[in-house]
């Protein structure tokens, strides 16, 4: 076996501990919603809405900050003159 598969055992049999110990319900409201749903259920969701978070966020800003430098670097190029 080499590391990584080690590795993921691991980390496959620490998720799998986590899940089995929080599956007790938990109720939370929103406003004026009340949930009452699985802790574990309710982790993941914060997880992949984190995940989602951080990976949309600096790709979004990349961008802005791409758009913003090539319009500065069209208002700086000066005009041509035709002969």
């Known amino acids: 076996m080499n590391y990584k598969s080690i590795i993921l055992i691991i980390l496959v ?3 799998t501990a986590i899940s089995m110990q929080n599956t007790h319900t ?3 409201k ?3 919603w009340d949930f009452s749903i699985s ?3 309710f982790l993941y969701v914060i997880l992949f809405i984190g995940i989602f978070i951080g990976y949309t966020f600096p790709r979004i800003v990349k961008i802005s900050r791409k758009r913003s430098v090539k319009k500065a670097d069209n208002e700086k190029l000066p005009e041509r003159k035709t002969s």
């Open 39 to 41: 802790l574990i259920f």
């Open 26 to 28: 938990v109720d939370f």
């Open 13 to 15: 049999l620490f998720i």
């Open 30 to 32: 929103v406003l004026v």
